[in-house]
T-cell receptor, first 113, second 117 residues
């Protein structure tokens, strides 16, 4: 059974700081890994999708890396802004059968102006 | 602007009542997921459909929950009878059918916030 862990559960940083969110998974047989952002009371917004054959993806100030063999992914946010405050979730899609998606419990980020 | 649409956005109901949540997947997407999100459990997969056929609903309490896709444009999640512990946000997601070579994203709706009192 795939288990996805995100550390830390909560993070508070001053505006302008670079930060790293961590995601680890127990089964390396994955199809892809996706990072989402969730604002309070809202749905999930996809940030980055990394295919199993890729090592990283970049979008603006965001960079996500994937090390399948060690079961880890990181989301790097450069020059954080108050608007980045949200909960960040990673989700792993398995490569077997119906490719079940397993979510981590998230990291709640607060960027202080 | 293609998006997954869920209705209603909010629902408050009394214990014992039937609740039906609806989802319109993105046109052309063949896979539909239902998730439940609570503070304690995070996001949990309830059911998964591919080409309207249920492939896995092992995460769903069978005695009170049911999920269907009457047609390709509508997925429903029904709770009967509802209980206070069902209070959560229910998300629907859709994606293109994975064919073994295409890695796909999951597109989520805004969710239905259910409160059972």
């Amino acid at each position: 059974k795939q288990e996805v862990t995100q550390i830390p559960a909560a993070l508070s940083v001053p505006e302008g700081e670079n930060l790293v969110l961590n995601c680890s998974f127990t089964d390396s047989a994955i199809y892809n890994l996706q990072w989402f952002r969730q604002d309070p009371g809202k749905g999930l917004t996809s940030l980055l999708l990394i295919q199993s054959s890729q090592r990283e993806q970049t979008s603006g100030r965001l960079n996500a890396s994937l090390d399948k063999s060690s079961g880890r992914s990181t989301l790097y946010i450069a020059a954080s802004q108050p608007g980045d405050s949200a909960t960040y979730l990673c989700a792993v899609k398995g490569s077997g059968g119906y490719q079940k998606v397993t979510f981590g419990t998230g990291t709640k980020l607060q960027v202080i102006p | 602007d293609a998006r997954v649409t869920q209705t209603p956005r909010h629902k408050v109901t009394e214990m014992g009542q039937e609740v039906t949540m609806r989802c319109q997947p993105i046109l052309g997407h063949n896979t539909v997921f239902w998730y439940r999100q609570t503070m304690m459990q995070g996001l949990e997969l309830l059911a998964y459909f591919r080409n309207r056929a249920p492939l896995d609903d092992s995460g769903m309490p069978k005695d009170r929950f049911s999920a269907e896709m009457p047609d390709a444009t509508l997925a429903t999640l029904k709770i009967q009878p509802s209980e206070p512990r069902d209070s959560a946000v229910y998300f629907c997601a859709s994606g293109p059918t994975p064919d073994g070579t295409v890695n796909t994203e999951a597109f989520f709706g805004q969710g239905t916030r259910l409160t059972v009192v």
